[in-house]
């Protein structure tokens, strides 16, 4: 019925540094209020902190995208992800728990910073070989997008002579200029690989997450679910590549445009992890990825949302609400509130966070150690957003020194 | 100020850990949180109370200010 449909609600980015002004005014006015999405369908979207804390600490919201009702954002800029088996970002409790508590320990703070001197030496050959290369050069290229994979091929166990493959492979899965067909092949090869890759740790198990994984499924499975091990592979991929490498680039341009925070950080590195916090907070990238269905009628900041309704929850706007943040679009290197959604809230609370933060630590550090001059090859307000994209970000950026 | 936490609501994302390395960790084989000081001095109550605000879970908490 035409007349009962919700007011239209675009959510494309227009700006890199703020929310929509119709998602702030939401905020304000109507912070949880149901909205025609440009896809057609009607959802809620939820604008305040304090609510979408609420949504996601909430189990009556689900994440399974299969649910009648789930919104769909996808537009096709995405990898594609539908050919996977259900993964721990869409499984709800009782089976999400144990799920994520079998993986858990690969990710705690002490195994974190086991990695580090790995992701440093990733990293040094990579600025390196940009020092050595011609001028200017496209970050992403060179750093942005080569870095969070080679960390991901580390931490899963994949050898060192098939870093390349890896690489160009996860390469094709989020690149704009690659055909449908081709990211299908990329990924036809990648799950052939990985295929190959658990069988012969199956027979040698190896001291990374993958060989771990297969242990200890023997130990509690009494066998290997391959299919099961092959899904978390992918998901690591899925959710930690380009996510951090979107949040490499657009902390590059963000210490271009604010040159005392820069100077801030090359002098103290100790400041580095605050700014970190600050960065997630000010892009929150992953808006996107926050999405639910509720499975019961819930109310939830004064409204009832009625079961099948899909949820959207803007993080992007609420981690500048004013009533948590002060001065709120204000980049504060210094703020260091470690309490915005950039990761989400509640049982699926970004798993990878820490691996995150300490990724983009070493990059900033390093990056205005070794080239302390670099800068945008061209000017920032030509640069291509990401405006349309499920994880925000930057096509490309060319840099000069 | 005496803390408490609740690993059956823990999820693991170690915001405590990184916060108050004095009174939090996890376990090695499911990155559950381990409370290693639950009277913490003086000094750690402010990186507790931000433990307490951030936590995704909702799984620490303090009682009185002492
Ligand atoms: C700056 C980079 C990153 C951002 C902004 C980010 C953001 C997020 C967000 C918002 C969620 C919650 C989704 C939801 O509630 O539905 C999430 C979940 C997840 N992330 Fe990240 N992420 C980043 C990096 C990583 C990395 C490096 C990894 C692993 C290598 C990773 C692995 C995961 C996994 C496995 C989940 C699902 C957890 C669960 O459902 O229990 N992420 N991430
Ligand atoms: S911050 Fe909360 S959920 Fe995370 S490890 Fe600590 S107690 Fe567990």
New interface residues.
Partial sequence: MPAEQSPALPIARTCPYAPRDEHVRLRETDPVSKVTLPTGAEVWVVTRHEDIRALLADTRFSSDRRRPGFPMLDNGSGAPTDVLPPLLLTMDPPEHGPARRAVLGEFTVKRMNKLKPRIQEIVDEHIDRMLAGPRPVDLVRALSLPVPSLVISELLGVPYDDHAFFQSRSASLVSRTVSQEEKQKALFDLAGYLDELLRAKEEVPTDDLLGRQILRQREVNGAVDRKDLMGLAFLLLIAGHETTANMISLTMLQLVRDPGAREALRQDPGTTLPAVEELLRYFTIAEQALARVAVEDVELGGRLIKAGDGVLALAHTANRDPRVFPDPDTFDVGRGARNHLAFGYGHHQCLGQNLARLELQIVIDTLLRKIPDIRPAVPVDELSFKDDAIIYGIYEFPVTW | MKVRVEEDRC?????C???A?QVF????????VVLLDGTPPEAEHEAVR?AV??C???AIHVDGDG
């Fill in positions: 999820c693991g994302a170690g915001q850990v990184l916060l390395p960790d996890q376990r090695d084989d499911d990155g559950i931000e605000s951030v995704p879970a909702a």
